[in-house]
């Protein structure tokens, strides 16, 4: 039996991967093993199968994943478990697990960089290794603003990373080409992903409050025409699955992205979440402003936002401001190539985010992003 093992599967993407192999691969013979941090297999389980429950499996779904498919672990410290005997048997991995907090986390490069290079090393000598597919992110080609990234292009290494993830995961990709040369690499580096196509952020609110937060404040950094490329956590595992398992890939790297005829205006999310709150859109009275402007009325965040550190709101702004302002798309033409369509537009599902977040504050959405 062919053994996948997946880190990352307590949280947001590999949570989505393993749901889509229990959802479509239910019927095939593969072994799941799971990175997870516990101090045992039944604090692990428990861990794994309270994530899974956010992706709407079924008792019986979640039943399929055991004590035996649990794998202790965290990658930050991977010299205590790359030992473990059945990692001799594994065929395929899918690596999630990073620090994907964009706020100053002292983990994020012992984790995303030191911590997954030892692990890729171990895993380059597995003999019956087929395929390891790194999860990267888009952004870490620091493209050029109001651009589309083509796959083919190299990272624009002249412009400057807006916050230190991304700047790890390209890191953990040059150094994994150099000093692996023999692992069967493959780097996915998905667009920003939000929601759930059937679950809208119940799985996670990571990137969904800052249009909530945008909206209820009227303004933001970036103009209301600016477009952002984003997909489904859904549609991300989806690809995932696929470049991993399908035995015609080509290239070492892909883009999981709308791609540049699906990415959404700013004015149609507010479109869109005006009218799954049966409210008016606030196209009209939308304003442009700069960060510096911002951080001249951070004292009225409060009133609009409720309880809420002023700090932290103006860094999110500022961070996610400059993404914003970015306005660039990422091509997508390898992935349509495998046969794999095109993502559902975020349009199409934000009735389900905005649902899913009801009743939550800005201050509690945002958390899962400042970790």
């Known amino acids: 039996m062919q053994s996948i093992l997946i880190t990352g599967a307590s949280g947001f993407v590999g949570g989505a991967v393993v749901e889509n192999l229990l959802r479509q691969y239910q019927n095939n013979p593969f072994n799941l093993l799971l990175l997870v941090r516990a101090e045992n297999s ?63 986390n002292p983990a994020l490069w012992r984790v995303n960089v030191d911590g997954s290079l030892a692990f890729a090393q171990r895993m380059a ?65 998905p667009s920003i992903i939000v929601g759930h196509t059937q679950y809208g952020c119940a799985p996670s609110s990571s990137i969904f409050w800052v249009f909530l ?40 790297f892909y883009h999981i992205s709308s791609g540049e005829e699906l990415c959404t205006p700013f004015y149609a999310i507010d479109e869109y979440i005006a009218k799954a709150n049966n409210a008016p859109a606030i196209i009209k009275e939308y304003e442009t402003i700069s960060y510096q402007e911002f951080t001249g009325i951070r004292k009225q965040f409060k009133d609009v936002l409720g309880p809420c550190n002023d700090k932290i709101i103006l860094r999110a702004i500022k961070l996610y401001g400059g993404f914003a302002q970015l306005n660039v798309k990422f091509d ?36 899962v992003d400042f970790k």
């Not at 046969?339 to 905005?354: A, E, L, N």
């Open 42 to 104: 039944a604090a692990g389980l428990l861990r794994i199968r309270n994530n899974l429950e956010k992706f709407g499996l079924t008792p019986s779904q979640l039943a399929t994943i055991k004590e035996e498919n649990i794998l202790i672990g965290d990658l930050g410290e991977p010299e205590d478990f790359v030992q473990d005997p059945r990692i001799e048997l594994v065929s395929y991995v899918i690596n999630c697990a990073a620090i994907a907090s964009f706020g100053n």
């Open 125 to 189: 000598k597995v003999k019956s290794l087929k395929r390891f597919v790194h999860v990267g992110t888009a952004m870490a080609s620091m493209p050029d603003k109001d651009s589309v990234f083509y796959e083919n292009m190299p990272d624009n290494t002249h412009n400057e990373d807006l916050v230190q993830y991304t700047a790890s995961k390209r890191e953990l990709e040059n150094r994994v080409r150099e000093l692996c040369p023999q692992l069967p690499f493959v780097v996915a580096r």
């Open 213 to 252: 937060m945008a909206v209820k404040l009227k303004k933001f950094t970036c103009q209301i025409q600016d477009k952002v490329d984003i997909i489904p956590v859904d549609y991300c595992a989806m690809a995932l699955v696929n470049l991993c398992l399908n035995e015609d890939i080509k290239h070492d």
């Open 332 to 367: 997508n033409k390898r992935l349509l190539d495998l046969g794999i369509p095109r993502p559902m537009p975020f349009t199409q599902y934000i009735d389900k985010c905005v649902s899913s977040t009801r009743g939550y504050s800005i201050p509690e959405l945002m958390m």
